[in-house]
């Protein structure tokens, strides 16, 4: 198969945990061939196909030099037998944007996944709101006077943006309310801004865990993603140390209700986010800790991947 990956420049890839570069590598190893492009390198003329400027490579094995560029070509989407959209947040409009143009592509024959209207449909904080049976007492307002009245009845919060990634944004406001008007007006801008607001939860002593559904079904292993010292935040990019662990019999069961549902909208890839019990996100963008879970487990999580790639490219 010809695979497109639509992604970050290749150039800032750190290889030794990306989850785009797993996908490749394995990819590569039975046979596919492997193209990349950036967002910005989508576009569509009148009377033509939605195109890309993209990169034939070749992957070399080689931590330094890791991909070597076979040449540049500008391409229908719809030639390929695989496009996958694997841009890192944060979801703008460029993003936005970039979903309809893939939705055409999809309407003149590309295979694309994630689906673009799913990407569309699930914001990755928001969407847990459709399942409340699976998570924690939350908010989405951007009136000040409803996040004072939550902070009041469950004491101790988290806020954060809506737009926001790799823990970016994220404050915690004990029973104290110390802090809560100042950091209202930074993430609320005057109501400009919406706000999601949590009630603590004190399982994240013990990992936010993020566990990864491929097509409808649970990977078997979680990477627990744990604050430490007095950070309150788990994600890796902001110092959490990352545990891979067999799925709990909790969060495998949460996996295998949602992931059915998210796989028929078109999310062959999904990342869950799980503090204790909740779900806290639900990653499609681009879902990563392929490399960490492989490397602590020796569960191939890429191999994984690759296979339901392949069985839904055969399928559709």
């Given at each position: ?134 998570i924690g007492p939350t908010l989405v307002t951007r009136d000040a006077q409803e996040i ?130 909740s779900v806290t996100e639900i990653n499609v963008t681009s879902p990563t800790c392929f ?26």
């Amino acid at each position: 198969m010809n695979l497109l990956f639509i992604a970050d420049p290749l150039e800032s890839f750190k290889i030794h945990k990306d989850t785009t570069f797993a996908m490749m590598r394995e990819a590569q190893r039975r046979g596919h061939a492997v193209a990349a492009c950036e967002v910005q390198s989508i576009s569509w003329q009148r009377g033509g196909k939605v195109s890309a400027l993209v990169r034939d490579i070749v992957l070399t094995g080689d931590a330094g030099q890791w991909f070597t560029e076979q040449g540049t070509r500008r391409v229908a989407l719809a030639d390929f037998d695989g496009v996958l959209m694997r841009k890192d947040p944060p979801f703008d409009s460029e993003f936005f944007y970039a979903t309809h143009l893939l939705e055409q592509a999809q309407r003149e024959g590309a295979k694309v996944l994630n689906r673009p209207s799913a990407l569309r449909e699930h914001p990755e904080k928001l969407a847990i709101m459709e399942f409340p049976e699976f998570i924690g007492p939350t908010l989405v307002t951007r009136d000040a006077q409803e996040i004072r009245a939550f902070h009041a009845e469950h004491q101790d919060i988290i806020l954060k943006p809506l737009d926001g990634m790799g823990g970016m944004g994220i404050f915690r406001v004990g029973a104290d309310g110390r802090n809560l008007g100042s950091i209202i007006e930074t993430l609320n801008r005057d109501g400009a801004q919406s706000v999601m607001v949590q009630k603590f939860l004190p399982e994240i002593v013990d990992g936010d865990k993020r566990v990864l559904v491929i097509g409808g079904k649970p990977v078997p292993y979680c990477l627990a993603r744990i604050p430490q010292g007095n950070e309150v935040r788990g994600n890796l990019a902001a110092g959490g140390k990352g545990v891979a662990q067999p799925l709990s019999d909790q969060d495998r069961a949460t996996a295998e209700a949602l992931g059915p549902v998210l796989m028929q909208r078109g999310l062959l890839l999904v990342g869950l986010d799980i503090i204790g019990t909740s779900v806290t996100e639900i990653n499609v963008t681009s879902p990563t800790c392929f490399q960490e879970i492989y490397d602590q487990t020796g569960c191939d999580v890429a191999a994984l991947f690759v296979d339901a790639l392949e069985q839904e490219l055969s399928d559709n």
